[in-house]
């Protein structure tokens, strides 16, 4: 199921889409308030919408290392945004997500085959 991987790239553009964005308008001069809680709030949405999509493609084939990886990405991911931010745990977080969506389609197409 190619669900996941896209909720985990929407989130990832969520977070350093929206910090490029901001940078680059900054370089020529135009500021762009960004409330952090909508931000994170976005990040985390679609990080949920992941966690959701393995969690119906864990029903599919019953491997339960995809979601395992997800759910601690997940959980990472909530702890740096909204506990106590540290950029190596958001990007633990976003591997343990992006992990978890490359395996569970991987355990996808094995089914299929």
């Not at 084939?61 to 997940?74: K, S």
Request: aromatic share 12%.
């Amino acid at each position: 199921m190619r669900w996941s991987g896209i909720a985990t790239v929407f989130s990832m553009l969520a977070c350093y889409g929206t910090l490029t964005a901001v940078s680059v308008l900054a370089a020529f001069g135009l500021t762009l308030p960004v409330n952090g809680t909508v931000w994170a709030s976005a990040i985390i949405a679609f990080a949920a919408l992941a966690i959701l999509a393995l969690i119906l493609s864990y029903m599919k084939h019953t491997q339960r290392l995809p979601l395992l990886l997800g759910l601690v990405g997940f959980a990472a991911l909530i702890y740096a945004l909204l506990i106590n931010y540290h950029w190596v745990t958001e990007l633990a977080g976003f591997a343990g997500l992006v992990s978890g969506a490359w395996l569970d389609r991987k355990a996808s197409r094995t089914i299929a085959s």
